[in-house]
T-cell receptor, first 114, second 113 residues
Framework: ETGVTQTPRHLVMGMTNKKSLKCEQH?????MYWYKQSAKKPLELMFVYNFKEQTENNSVPSRFSPECPNSSHLFLHLHTLQPEDSALYLC?????????????FGSGTRLTVV | QKEVEQNSGPLSVPEGAIASLNCTYSDRGSQSFFWYRQYSGKSPELIMFIYSNGDKEDGRFTAQLNKASQYVSLLIRDSQPSDSATYLC?????????????FGAGTILRVKS
């Protein structure tokens, strides 16, 4: 399998649930990113990892917890979310940090918090 | 705060016409420039990239870069209804601790048949 793969594609969870989003890239890239995109709004950068080390956290609430065990895998652990957290969550990767050659996006996880 | 600005639209063009999408950026040190297409509810897809001043053509798409004016544009010739989407401009900008890809908010394009 090639490219950036995200699972699950859709997720409905209650506010007291704990769930995780998974991202895997098969491109040999060294940097990975989590973005949030709410309906009809721009991309919001959440977290940046370079060689599995976190380099950026854009003031994201602690109910979102990222994990990057290696350069190919990225997780976003979710707990006690709010309805306003419902959005499309996108994972992306790039050959090097900063994206000189651009980012490759996964298909996203459509999250609904009820 | 470095910025990448796009007109949010919607830009409406008739089928077969040329759609012109524009983007300005604030950092003169920016080195690479990208156009992504995003269909509603889907993830962004890279359609064009450009590194040097001038035009770059790929099929019906032409990217134009003018670094002196800090301006990058995307032309879509013979627009089709399937081109209706949000187009995101992204600019690789130097930051204090390395480069960063900064996205514009996107322009909605509607091609009317």
């Amino acid at each position: 399998e090639t490219g950036v793969t995200q699972t699950p594609r859709h997720l409905v969870m209650g506010m007291t649930n704990k769930k995780s989003l998974k991202c895997e890239q098969h491109l040999g890239h060294n940097a990975m990113y989590w973005y949030k995109q709410s309906a009809k709004k721009p991309l919001e950068l959440m977290f940046v990892y370079n060689f599995k080390e976190q380099t950026e956290n854009n003031s994201v609430p602690s109910r979102f917890s990222p994990e990057c065990p290696n350069s190919s895998h990225l997780f976003l652990h979710l707990h006690t979310l709010q309805p306003e957290d419902s959005a499309l969550y996108l994972c992306a990767s790039s050959q090097e940090i900063g994206g000189y050659y651009g980012y490759t996006f996964g298909s996203g996880t459509r999250l609904t918090v009820v | 705060q470095k910025e990448v600005e796009q007109n949010s639209g919607p830009l409406s063009v008739p089928e077969g016409a040329i759609a012109s999408l524009n983007c300005t950026y604030s950092d003169r040190g920016s080195q690479s420039f990208f156009w992504y297409r995003q269909y509603s509810g889907k993830s962004p897809e890279l359609i064009m990239f450009i590194y040097s001043n001038g035009d770059k053509e790929d099929g019906r798409f032409t990217a134009q870069l003018n670094k002196a004016s800090q301006y990058v544009s995307l032309l879509i010739r013979d627009s089709q209804p399937s081109d209706s989407a949000t187009y995101l401009c992204a600019v690789n900008e130097p930051q204090e601790y390395g480069n960063k890809l900064v996205f514009g908010a996107g322009t909605i394009l509607r091609v009317k048949s």
